[in-house]
């Protein structure tokens, strides 16, 4: 099977919510998404143009949204982004199905990377 990932293009986003039942409802009820439940923490949705997830966060919604880019490679991309001003915000770790790191770009914005290899 050939994947259609692309290294560096948007693969995914994520958004907080404090009631993870409620916002599968609304987003359920309202567009048709469907949703996979990834423990009591974690929701992926898709059928949505583009696959997410919503994060269980009691914190106040901020910037909700963060973006995760693809790449095969996260420690050649890792450095990449740290050679040209990007700061890491967490290390590279592993989540149910792959790895990941998050970093801020020159303005301050966090995005995050991650690979299935």
Known sequence: MESNMQNNHINYIELAASDLEAVKQFYSSTFGWKFTDYGPEYTAFNESGLDGGFYKSAAPVVNGALVVLY???????????VAHGGKIAKAIFSFPGGRRFHFTDPAGNELAVWSDK
């Open 71 to 81: 790449h095969e490679n996260l420690e050649e991309i890792q450095k990449t982004v």
